[in-house]
């Protein structure tokens, strides 16, 4: 029997947690069931009418004629609202989220201030012009004469856009409705079982801002099971949108792949996976080895592994006397944090009995902590064969970092690099590799404003780029 929340987030027994839809500034309420993926809580939706998701391409967007000034000033004023709260829908939709999501309540607290915080006018603006070269091509029509003589006009037209969201991270539902917003794309965002709430609370304090506003009346948020055949066949289409632009594991990103035709294009943010390459100079001395395992671990347990941005295996180069006091102060450091960003769930039973096998297997192996979700490393010689989860590190040791780079590819996101000054030394073999981002290591959650994310810029590739060229100037 499902423990779920009532209408007013308290708790209750056989009561479905309501998850409204948002549908061109109106929220809608309603009585379809479903289950969630994490936890298998039911929450209830309204009817899906699938008429109402679309914008036929002869009606202009809201947005479409409206100044990026005016759609940042709003933002900023929704990033407000939304730490004021007058009405309760962010405390609501945390209540929910902690009912539907496996991450912890302090960390789904701190990821709605994060949103909230995010919607900032001045870095806004910067993220527009990082990702774009000059803000400008979203308002205007800007001129270029090339070295020919030959004279055009370049846009950043205002797209279409279909939103697949994920459910491991209510920031990334505000900072896409954001990102929608400043390129004034019609957007209906599907959201995902996990966290069918946060969508809809955002922009439920937009209309507290001003009800009437284009940026509300340019965004629908909805639910409907993925795979849906019924559903996606109908609305996946070029008529309707340009491009779908996909959060989530790799079958949320096949069944996405399935309706892609020309016209419709696929942006995707697809499974991801992060590492850590820590030099000798770690054991320099006991406070900077300390430092470096409350550095990994920092990149290792946040969002409690739920993130691609998290690490999940470390290749360290040192003797095998200096990698094992590394790890069982790693595993310490990683129990430690359960009180900034709680404890995670236990792992599957056949990765328990899988670890227990290693822990057996003293020549080849070495295993800190049990898999109850509290912090776990498993050291081998060669990166373990399952996907490290809840708060579970795989330290590899290495002779050189540069024995790592054989294990980097098109799926390594994020790797965090000590001491610093080795990052240079590593970075084009890891970009040759495939891998996305270097950072310093401890620095796996920190973002530069406007920087490529999974190697590329989101609202480059967000916009429908048009040109207009006009001869030569001379004429």
Known sequence: MNQVIDLNGSPGRDVATPAPFFIRGRVEGGEARHKSRDLGVDFVTPKLELDALITPRTEPGPLFDVK??????????????????RNGYLREAVERIAVTNVLPRAVIDSQVQMAADYLNNAMLREYAEQNLGDARLLDE??????????????????????????????????????????????????????DPFMAVAMLRAMLDVDP???VPRSMSAVYWRGGDEA????????????KIVAWGGGDAINNVI?????????????????????????????????????????????LNQEACVCSRVIFIEGERAQVDGFCQRLQ????????????????PRELIEEVETYRSMDEDFGVW???????????????????????????????SLKDALKYV?????????????????????????????VVRLGDAGGQSIGAPHDAMYIMHRFVHWIVHEDGFASE
Do not use: C
């Open 68 to 85: 990026l000034d005016e759609i940042l000033d709003f933002l900023a004023a929704t990033g407000e609202a939304m730490k004021r709260d």
């Open 141 to 194: 029509w800007v001129p270029r004469v090339d070295s020919t003589g030959r004279r055009s006009f370049t846009r950043a037209f205002p797209p279409r856009l279909l939103h697949v969201l994920p459910g491991n991270s209510p920031v990334v539902s505000v900072q896409s409705i954001a990102l929608g917003a400043m390129v004034k794309a019609v957007n209906l965002f599907k959201m995902g079982s996990s």
């Open 212 to 214: 009437n506003h284009p």
């Open 231 to 242: 559903v996606e066949r109908a609305i996946l289409r070029p008529q309707y949108f340009d």
């Open 258 to 302: 399935k309706y892609l035709m020309p016209g419709l294009q696929l942006v995707s943010f697809d499974p991801k996976t992060s590492i850590s390459l820590i030099g000798r100079e770690a054991f320099e001395s006991d406070a900077v080895l300390d430092d470096v395992a409350t550095r990994a671990a920092q990149d290792v347990g946040m």
């Open 332 to 347: 310490r450091k990683l129990v430690e944090r359960n009180a900034v960003s709680g404890q995670a769930p236990p792992l």
């Open 369 to 399: 902590g049990v898999g109850d979700g509290s912090g776990l490393v498993v050291r081998s010689d060669e990166p373990v064969d399952f996907h490290p989860i809840n708060k579970t590190a795989n330290v590899v040791p290495v002779t």
């Open 409 to 437: 590819n098109v799926a390594t996101q994020t790797v965090g690099v000590y001491p610093p000054a080795r990052q240079v030394e590593l970075r084009d073999g890891l970009a040759s590799g495939g891998a996305q981002r």
